[in-house]
C-alpha cells in the first residue's frame, strides 16, 4: 500500500481524496493546507487524523511514498522541489508552472531524485475521451488528418474557483491546457500554433475566449476552439466535443457522450457515458470519474516503474502549447513551439 500525503486542500482537492478512496493499493495517510478551516473540513469529511499547515513538516515527519499537490499554480515549483528533495513520488495538479523555466526545473528534480512525476492532466482520461483516443490510436478511422477539439460554455466556473475571474490569464491557462492535450493525444506533438483570444465577459480579467491553429508532427492539422462566453441549451459543461478526419473514415463525440465512428463499412454510434459515481455529480461526474482514473494509474505506473502517459517530461509539450498560444495571440503571428 502506496502512503500518500496531500498538499492543498481546496475546491478541486475533495475529488481528489474522494478518488484517492476507490484506489487500489494506495491511500492518502497525511493533508496540509495553510488554511485551517480547509484542513479541517478535509480531514474531518475524509477521517484523516495527521494534519499540517506547513509542507516542509509533513515531509519531514510522516512516512510518506508520493505527495499529491493540489494547491493553485505559484506553489507547484517550490512544493515539487520540496517533494523531490524528500525522494518522494509526485503528482502534481495542472498547469503545472506559470514558465517553461519552471516546469523543465522540476522536471529536472524529480527525475535527480529517480522519482515518478505526473501531471494531473485529467481530460484525456476521461472516459469518453479515453473511447476516442483508443479507437483512433486503434486505427478506427486510419491515419488521422484533421481534428476539431471543442469546448464551449456559459457556466459559471467563477463561482468555485474565484482566481479564475482576477488572474491575468484564464480559459488557455485553465480549461485550453486540457483541450491542446488532448489535441496531442489525438494527434501527435505539434509544432507550429496560431492562436486567437478575446475577453467577452467585461467581469473578468483573463481572456475567456480562444481559437487556436495546430500544425502537428506529420503535417496534420487540428482546431482547438474554447470559450466560456457561449451561451446555449443544452448547456454542455464540462463536456469536450471532438470531430476527428482519418483516411479510412470519421470519429465524432458529440454532445450527451454519443461516439460515432463512420466508415466505408458504414456508422456505429456507442453512448460513452461517463460512471456516475456515488460522491460524484452532475455536471462534474465526468471531470470526477477522470481523476480516479488518473491517480490509478498514477500508482500503477509507480509500482510498475514506468513513466505516466501524462507524465512532467510528457506535459512539457502541453504546457509549450498554452506559452505559445499565448505568444501567438499577443504579437499577432503563428508560433513555432521551439521558441519557447
Ligand atoms: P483552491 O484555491 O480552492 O485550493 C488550493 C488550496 O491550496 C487552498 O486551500 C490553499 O490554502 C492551499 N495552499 C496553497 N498554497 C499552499 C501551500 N504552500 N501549502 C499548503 N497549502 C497551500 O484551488 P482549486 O480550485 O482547488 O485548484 C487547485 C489546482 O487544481 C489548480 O492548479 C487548478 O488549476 C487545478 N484544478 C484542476 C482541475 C482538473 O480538472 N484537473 C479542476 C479544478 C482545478
Ligand atoms: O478542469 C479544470 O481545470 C477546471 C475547469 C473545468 C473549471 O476549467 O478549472
Known amino acids: ?190 509544432v507550429r500554433i496560431t492562436a486567437t483570444m478575446q475577453r467577452v465577459n467585461p467581469a473578468i480579467r483573463g481572456e475567456d475566449v480562444a481559437t487556436m491553429l495546430l500544425v502537428h508532427d506529420g503535417g496534420a492539422t487540428s482546431v482547438v476552439d474554447c470559450s466560456y462566453a457561449t451561451r446555449r441549451q443544452p448547456e454542455t459543461f464540462p463536456e469536450t466535443l471532438l470531430e476527428v478526419d482519418g483516411e479510412a473514415g470519421t470519429l465524432r463525440l458529440d454532445a450527451g457522450y454519443r461516439l460515432t465512428v463512420q466508415t466505408a463499412e458504414g456508422s456505429e454510434t456507442r453512448d460513452v457515458t461517463p460512471r456516475l459515481a456515488d460522491w460524484a455529480e452532475r455536471p462534474w461526474f465526468n471531470i470526477q470519474e477522470s481523476v480516479a482514473s488518473i491517480q490509478q494509474h498514477f500508482v500503477d505506473c509507480i509500482e510498475a516503474g514506468r513513466a505516466p502517459e501524462t507524465s512532467g517530461a510528457d506535459n512539457l509539450s502541453t504546457l509549450a502549447l498554452v506559452e505559445a498560444a499565448y505568444l501567438s495571440a499577443a504579437e499577432g503571428r503563428s508560433v513555432d513551439v521551439s521558441e519557447v
Open 1 to 190: 500500500m502506496l502512503r500518500g500525503g496531500l498538499i492543498g486542500c481546496g475546491f478541486f482537492a475533495m475529488n481528489q481524496l474522494h478518488g484517492w478512496r476507490e484506489a487500489s493499493r494506495a491511500r492518502i495517510v497525511a493533508i496540509c493546507d495553510r488554511d485551517p478551516a480547509r484542513l479541517a473540513e478535509a480531514g474531518d469529511t475524509f477521517g484523516i487524523a495527521a494534519r499540517y499547515d506547513d509542507a516542509a513538516r509533513m515531509l519531514a515527519e510522516e512516512d510518506l511514498d508520493f505527495v499529491d499537490i493540489a494547491t493553485t499554480v505559484g506553489s507547484h515549483r517550490a512544493l515539487v522541489e520540496l517533494a523531490a528533495d524528500r525522494g518522494l513520488h509526485v503528482i502534481c495538479q495542472k498547469p503545472l508552472a506559470s514558465s517553461m523555466d519552471d516546469a523543465r526545473a522540476m522536471v529536472a528534480a524529480v527525475a535527480a531524485a529517480g522519482r515518478t512525476f505526473m501531471v494531473h492532466e485529467n481530460f484525456r482520461w476521461q472516459s469518453p475521451i479515453r473511447a476516442a483516443i483508443e479507437a483512433v490510436r486503434g486505427g478506427a478511422i486510419g491515419t488521422p488528418f484533421f481534428a476539431r477539439a471543442s469546448f464551449r460554455s456559459g457556466y459559471d466556473v467563477f463561482s468555485g474557483q474565484p482566481y479564475l475571474a482576477t488572474d491575468e490569464r484564464f480559459i488557455v491557462q485553465d480549461l485550453g491546457i486540457h483541450v491542446l492535450d488532448i489535441a496531442r493525444a489525438l494527434m501527435g506533438d505539434a
